[in-house]
T-cell receptor, first 114, second 114 residues
Framework: NAGVTQTPKFQVLKTGQSMTLQCAQDMNHNSMYWYRQDPGMGLRLIYYSASEGTTDKGEVPNGYNVSRLNKREFSLRLESAAPSQTSVYFC?????????????FGDGTRLSIL | AQSVTQPDIHITVSEGASLELRCNYSYGATPYLFWYVQSPGQGLQLLLKYFSGDTLVQGIKGFEAEFKRSQSSFNLRKPSVHWSDAAEYFCAVGAGSSASKIIFGSGTRLSIRP
């Protein structure tokens, strides 16, 4: 039972390079999320998808784009990576809406931008 | 807007001692409250949640939390900690029907003294 799977687990990029982080869930959840985690700042929501075919901005969307490819998959793209985007990125899913549903998290992608 | 404060950045307790991690929230109505745990190198795992009803909720791994509306608090407790409890703990608050409306605290890192 995989739950939420993120790839890759680690990545180093140069400033200006582009990259797509992949996320897939096998729990038939409707809602999916991308967070970034930085020391002392908890998790901050980048984008979310309440259901297949919809995406919305979270707290820190600048510099990112997302695609809800189908119900299972939700990708995060950095078009032109910047050092400020060095972070640990987590994908999560929930059955329906975050506010009253527990979220299931992947193990994270550790991204360094040089 | 809702917010979450975890006033303790780092706590160290001896193995076998009791534990209380503090969480204060700000929200006008009854919130949805969560505690998550993050082991090193992993994603977040739900420990427990409060939506309504009994203000003392039981979670996994022997944890419990008490919702106190008068103090706007949702503190996490465990009677006797084990070395395996060393991790980072996040309190989160959800509000409303919007899928984006969940806010995480900045976390409390728990270390266990042998």
């Amino acid at each position: 039972n995989a739950g939420v799977t993120q790839t890759p687990k680690f990545q180093v990029l140069k400033t200006g390079q582009s990259m797509t982080l992949q996320c897939a869930q096998d729990m038939n959840h409707n809602s999916m999320y991308w967070y970034r985690q930085d020391p002392g700042m908890g998790l901050r929501l980048i984008y979310y998808s309440a259901s297949e075919g919809t995406t919305d901005k979270g707290e820190v969307p600048n510099g990112y784009n997302v695609s809800r490819l189908n119900k299972r998959e939700f990708s995060l793209r950095l078009e032109s990576a910047a050092p400020s985007q060095t972070s640990v990125y987590f994908c999560a899913s929930s059955r329906q809406g975050a506010s009253n549903q527990p979220q299931h998290f992947g193990d994270g992608t550790r991204l360094s931008i040089l | 807007a809702q917010s979450v404060t975890q006033p303790d950045i780092h706590i160290t307790v001896s193995e076998g001692a009791s534990l209380e991690l503090r969480c204060n929230y700000s929200y006008g109505a009854t919130p949805y409250l969560f505690w998550y745990v993050q082991s090193p190198g992993q994603g977040l795992q739900l420990l427990l949640k409060y939506f309504s009803g009994d203000t003392l909720v039981q979670g996994i791994k022997g944890f419990e939390a008490e919702f106190k509306r008068s103090q706007s608090s949702f503190n996490l407790r465990k009677p006797s900690v084990h070395w395996s409890d060393a991790a980072e703990y996040f309190c989160a608050v959800g509000a409303g029907s919007s899928a984006s409306k969940i806010i995480f605290g900045s976390g409390t890192r728990l270390s266990i003294r042998p």
